[in-house]
């Protein structure tokens, strides 16, 4: 592989990709960040989170099985 071929894996997601990733809506998203149980980061006006608080949060979820 050539070094402009190497493959750079993202470590943050915008919203917007991280809404489409986990199939959620904005305004939930910005709830879970207010509420501190989603992690996120700000660059200028861009807000970003990181993929192992996506992850972390997505793990946190409770399960949907059958009670």
């Known amino acids: 592989m050539t070094s402009s071929e190497q493959r750079i894996d993202k470590v ?4 917007a ?3 489409h990733a ?3 809506g904005k305004s939930l998203a910005y709830e879970e ?3 501190g149980r989603l992690g996120a980061r700000k660059a200028g006006r861009r807000t970003l989170i ?3 608080d ?3 949060w997505f793990q946190s979820l409770p399960t949907g099985g059958a009670k």
Do not use: D, K
Request: charged share 15%; hydrophobic share 55%; glycine share 6%.
């Open 17 to 19: 990709e991280f809404c």
């Open 54 to 56: 996506a992850e972390a």
């Open 33 to 35: 960040i207010a509420s």
């Open 12 to 15: 943050a997601l915008t919203v």
């Open 50 to 52: 990181p993929v192992r």
């Open 22 to 24: 986990y199939g959620l």
